[in-house]
């Protein structure tokens, strides 16, 4: 991937998020409840993700 595609990905991918929380912010959705969203969702994915590394042997 060149240099300009990986870093528009991720100006693209910070202004999304930008965008998500100025839209929910102004909607009226508590900033706790993107907490508890992007917390819900990292312990989804780390829990799809422990199977995939196992080390026992």
Not at 43 to 57: E, I, P, S
């Amino acid at each position: 991937m060149p240099l300009t595609h990986f870093l528009a990905l991720i100006a693209v991918t910070i202004l999304a998020a930008a965008v998500t929380l100025w839209a929910g912010l102004s909607a009226g959705v508590p900033p706790v409840a993107f907490l508890l969203l992007a917390l819900s969702g990292a312990v989804l994915v780390h829990l799809n993700n422990r199977d995939r590394h196992d080390h026992d042997g």
